[in-house]
C-alpha cells in the first residue's frame, strides 16, 4: 500500500491519496470518470431519482433573504426585503402558509428558531431591532434594540443567547429571557456569519480577510484565527452531529473541518460564485451550498462526491435542510416573468419532494 501526502498552505489543507495492490481475486476496475460510491451515496441517489421534483410557494413581495426550518421540522420560516417573515406549516409534500409577521421597519435579512423550541423565532433588520415571535400567538413578544444595521443572527445551542451582527462589525450577545444586553464586542475586521459551536463553549466568526475568528465562550476571549480561504469568507454551518463545520467563501470554495482537530479536511469545488449559503442535512451526511451559479451543489460529506444538484434560475441566497428528512428549503432572486420581468417574485422553494406529487 502507497501513501502520498500534500499539503496546500493556501487553505491549510491535507490531501491524501491512496493506492492499495490488491490480489487479483480482488481487482476492482472502474470505467473512466467512475467512482467507488458508498453504500450511502447509491441510497441517496436513488432517492433524488423518485424526488426531485422541486415547488414554489408564495411568501412575499420582495426577495427572500433567508428561510429556517423549526426544530420539529413541522414549519418554515422566511424573512425578506419586503420587511416582513412569513411562516409556513409543511403538510405531506406542500407548504401552507401560516400568518405573515410585520413590525420591522427595514428588510428582514437573517432570522433563525430556537434550538429546542418549536414555537419561537428571531428576526434581524436592518432598522436596528431584532424581534422574537411566536407562533402560538402570532405576535412579537419581545423587540430589542440595537446599535446598528443588523445583518446576522444566531441563537445558542442552549437557547439562552441571541447573538446578532451588524453591518458595523459589533456583535452583541442577548438574554433570550430579559432581553438584555449580556455582551457587546466590536472587531476591527468585516465580521460576515457568526456561529456556536455545538457544544456551546465556542462562538466562530467568519471575515473578510478569508479568516474563522474563533472565541471562548461565554468569556469571548480570542482561542484561534484560522485563514481559512484566499478571499472573503462568507458563510459558516455546524453539521447536527458536531464532527465537522463548512465555510464558504468569495473564492467559490466550500471548506470542511474537523471541529476537534481545526484542520480542513476537504474542499468542494464545483461552484464557480462567491459560495453564498451552505447547510448540512439532518444525518450530517450531505452538504448543500449555493451562489449565483444556477444550481445548487448537493455534495456527500465523507467523500466530496456530488450527490445531486438542484437545478435554478437564478443566484439562490439560502438553503436549510429539513431537521428529520432529505428535503431541502430554499430562495433565489427570481423574477415575476408573468406581469413585470423586473419585479421579484418573493417564492421559497422546496426540492426533494416525490416526482408524482
Given at each position: 500500500?502507497?501513501?502520498?501526502t ?25 470505467k ?38 423549526s ?37 428582514v ?63 452583541t ?69 458536531g464532527?465537522?463545520?463548512a465555510?464558504?467563501?468569495?473564492d ?106
Amino acid at each position: 500500500m502507497i501513501i502520498a501526502t500534500f499539503y496546500s498552505s493556501t487553505l491549510n489543507c491535507s490531501i491524501f491519496f491512496w493506492q492499495y495492490d490488491l490480489p487479483p481475486a480482488h481487482t476492482i476496475v472502474l470505467k473512466p470518470g467512475e467512482n467507488m460510491a458508498s453504500q450511502y451515496y447509491l441510497e441517496m441517489q436513488e432517492n433524488f431519482k423518485n424526488n426531485n421534483k422541486s415547488r414554489e410557494f408564495p411568501a412575499h413581495s420582495a426577495k427572500v433573504h433567508s428561510v429556517a426550518w423549526s426544530c420539529d421540522g413541522r414549519r418554515l420560516a422566511s424573512g425578506s426585503f419586503d420587511k416582513t417573515a412569513s411562516v409556513f406549516v409543511l403538510e405531506k409534500d406542500r407548504l401552507v402558509k401560516e400568518n405573515n409577521y410585520r413590525g420591522h421597519g427595514d428588510s428582514v435579512d437573517q432570522l433563525c428558531w430556537h434550538p429546542t423550541n418549536p414555537d419561537l423565532f428571531v428576526t434581524a433588520s436592518g432598522d436596528k431591532t431584532i424581534r422574537i415571535w411566536d407562533v402560538r400567538t402570532t405576535k412579537c413578544i419581545a423587540t430589542v434594540n440595537t446599535k446598528g444595521e443588523n445583518i446576522n443572527i444566531c441563537w445558542s445551542p442552549d437557547g439562552q443567547t441571541i447573538a446578532v451582527g451588524n453591518k458595523d462589525d459589533v456583535v452583541t450577545f442577548i438574554d433570550a429571557k430579559t432581553h438584555r444586553s449580556r455582551a457587546e464586542e466590536q472587531f476591527k475586521f468585516e465580521v460576515n456569519e457568526i456561529s456556536w459551536n455545538n457544544d456551546n463553549d465556542m462562538f466562530f466568526l467568519t471575515n473578510g480577510n478569508g479568516c474563522i475568528n474563533i472565541l471562548s465562550y461565554p468569556e469571548l476571549k480570542p482561542i484561534q484565527s484560522i485563514n481559512a480561504h484566499p478571499s472573503n469568507c462568507i458563510c459558516i454551518k455546524f453539521d447536527p452531529t458536531g464532527k465537522y463545520f463548512a465555510t464558504g467563501s468569495a473564492d467559490a470554495l466550500v471548506s470542511l473541518w474537523d471541529v476537534e482537530e481545526l484542520v480542513c479536511v476537504r474542499c468542494f469545488s464545483r461552484l464557480d460564485w462567491p459560495v453564498r449559503t451552505l447547510s448540512f442535512s439532518n444525518d450530517g451526511k450531505m452538504l448543500a451550498s449555493a451562489s449565483e451559479d444556477h444550481f445548487i451543489d448537493i455534495a456527500e460529506v465523507e467523500t466530496g462526491e456530488k450527490l445531486w444538484e438542484v437545478q435554478c434560475e437564478s443566484p439562490t441566497f439560502t438553503v436549510a435542510w429539513h431537521p428529520k428528512r432529505p428535503l431541502l428549503a430554499y430562495a433565489c432572486d427570481d423574477k415575476d416573468g408573468k406581469y413585470d420581468s423586473n419585479r421579484e417574485a418573493g417564492t421559497v422553494k422546496l426540492f426533494g419532494l416525490p416526482n408524482d406529487s
